[in-house]
């Protein structure tokens, strides 16, 4: 089962990021599409782009080329977005996760603690809408599923910078 979405063009990926950075945060977790998008308080989540899933076909070749493709993708979305708001940061998301925190009870907030789950680092912008952060990057729930090219907005509290 080699289930794909649609490969969107970069100008559509720039029109998901750009209405996300205008659309406020939500009071409640709510989704749209199927899977493709999902807010909550102090976030929102997007899958610009997916790859096939790796059920069947798991071998390098297969997974080098996707990867490949969303790198792509990745690249020309951060080249426009850094023209417009400068070089981006690259955060590390294992600190997220919780392990070395004191609190046994730790859970980042979102989009945060979705983030870490499935990527290792992310590209941030801090974009000219006031206490917001963008970041891009590639993400896989597990070796199975697709790889997801993803979009976040946060708000600027949850990100330390």
């Known amino acids: 089962m080699q289930n794909q979405r649609p490969t969107r063009s970069t100008n559509d990926q720039l029109s998901v990021i750009c209405s996300l950075s205008a659309l406020p945060f939500p009071d409640q ?7 493709e998008r999902w807010s909550g308080p102090g976030y929102h989540l997007a899958v610009l782009r997916e790859s096939q899933d790796f059920w069947e ?12 493709a969303l790198e792509a ?10 023209d417009r708001w400068g ?12 392990f070395d925190s004191p609190d046994p009870d730790f859970v980042a907030p ?15 912008w801090r974009p000219a809408a006031p206490g917001r952060w963008l970041a891009l990057t590639i993400g896989q729930a597990d070796p199975e ?7 976040a907005f946060g708000e600027a509290s949850s990100l330390p910078g």
């Not at 979705?114 to 680092?121: K, M, P, Q």
Request: some cysteine; hydrophobic content about 45%.
């Open 29 to 35: 977790e709510e989704r749209q599409g199927e899977g």
């Open 57 to 68: 076909d798991r071998s390098t070749e297969t997974v080098e080329a996707a990867e490949q």
């Open 73 to 82: 993708d990745l690249a020309v979305l951060a080249a426009v977005l850094t």
């Open 87 to 98: 070089e981006p940061e690259t955060i590390d998301l294992w600190p997220y996760l919780g």
């Open 110 to 124: 979102e989009p945060l603690n979705f983030l870490c789950g499935v990527a290792g680092s992310m590209q941030v």
């Open 145 to 151: 599923f697709p790889l997801q090219l993803l979009a």
